[in-house]
């Protein structure tokens, strides 16, 4: 197994250029908890803009520096600790720094997909360069994501994110087909997020643990708390898209049903009403009317039927599966940090 190459020193060339910006700080209980992680995590953003190099390239620095929470390259340094950390650590740096290419690529995607204008409030890329330029920037970041993996040599690592790539898109179809389907279930709503989002994050933490040499059964346990977490992030943001402070998300709320997607708190609230109070909520959703006053009307309806709070019950249910996964014991190193992590992800505003 061959060791990764750490980070090339920059040439005298390259230290004449403007530097990238750095990204911006996450909120202070973020940046506390990640505090034990943020020497690797700078090592990570100077991978990333290493990566960025390229004036291809250099058009998505922004959305590596616009201020997202780099949870994924964050968990796969924590993952790492409960393995041979100091002996892995240039290999755990590409790996997370594969990871945060890999998933700006699907952002890039989702965006051009939802047609979204904002994101962490910047313009999207497809908004800023064009929609060619867009899908073939998130081909480009996918490309140079696995010519990273590929430096690792370890043909395990490529299969595995082969498959959440495959998995991603995926989602991404299904919750494309599911649209404007008031009888979206439970099931199939978890089935889109468990693909479309829990399945880098559960990675991360899964192949972080393996190419740090951790056992196969803390690895395991650890790719469950990515997995359980995951799902529990993403009903948390579709919580926050329908009661969260617009400054906050970063984004316009009501986003996802104003295009037709059902999030879990509208699944609960269609749950709850009467065959003909749900035809008559959700005619212009059927219809693909989605005005604001409509919007705005079905978010009353499900904060006031307590759709949202059951959602956010459901997210915390998620949370006691994950921070049981890595309960105390077997291997897991700073135990405490994913306790802390687990806790920020559904009491967070953003």
């Given at each position: ?94 790996l997370a720094t594969a990871v945060e290419l890999i998933h700006t ?148 709320l009501l986003s996802d049903l104003e295009k037709g997607s059902l ?88």
């Amino acid at each position: 197994m061959k060791t990764a190459v750490a980070p090339r020193r920059r040439t005298a060339r390259q230290a004449a250029r403007p530097a990238p910006p750095r990204p911006s700080p996450t909120d202070d209980r973020l940046a506390q908890i990640l505090a034990p992680l943020q020497e690797d995590l700078d090592a990570v953003t100077d991978r990333l803009l290493e990566c960025l190099q390229n004036p291809v390239a250099r058009m998505a620095t922004y959305l590596i520096t616009a201020g997202g929470k780099r949870l994924r390259p964050a968990l796969v340094l924590l993952a790492g600790r409960s393995g041979e950390y100091r002996k892995r650590r240039a290999a755990l740096i590409d790996l997370a720094t594969a990871v945060e290419l890999i998933h700006t690529a699907t952002l890039i995607h989702d965006d051009i997909i939802d047609e979204s204008l904002l994101r962490r409030r910047q313009p999207t890329f497809h908004a800023r360069f064009g929609t060619e330029r867009a899908v073939l920037m998130g081909d480009y970041l996918y490309a140079t994501a696995f010519s990273i993996l590929a430096g690792l040599q370890e043909p395990a690592l490529m299969g595995t994110m082969a498959e959440v790539c495959q998995q991603l898109s995926r989602g991404e179809f299904l919750e494309v087909d599911s649209r404007y389907n008031v009888e979206l279930t439970e099931a199939q709503y978890l089935r889109i997020v468990e693909d479309k989002t829990a399945s880098l994050i559960a990675a991360c933490c899964r192949l972080g643990a393996q190419v740090a040499g951790a056992k196969p059964e803390t690895a395991e346990r650890i790719g469950q708390f990515g997995l359980r977490f995951g799902i529990a992030f993403q009903i948390m943001d579709d919580c926050l898209d329908l009661v969260g402070e617009e400054q906050a998300v970063g984004k316009p709320l009501l986003s996802d049903l104003e295009k037709g997607s059902l999030s879990l708190p509208m699944i609960y609230l269609a749950r709850s009403l009467t065959a003909p109070e749900r035809d008559r909520l959700f005619a212009p959703l059927r219809a693909k009317r989605m005005t604001r006053g409509f919007l705005a009307r079905v978010a009353a309806a499900a904060r006031r039927s307590g759709a949202v709070t059951q959602a956010m019950q459901a997210a915390e249910s998620q949370i006691q599966l994950a921070t049981e996964a890595v309960a105390a014991g077997d291997g897991i190193m700073l135990p405490t940090t994913y306790l802390q992590l687990a806790r920020y992800t559904i009491e967070r505003k953003r």
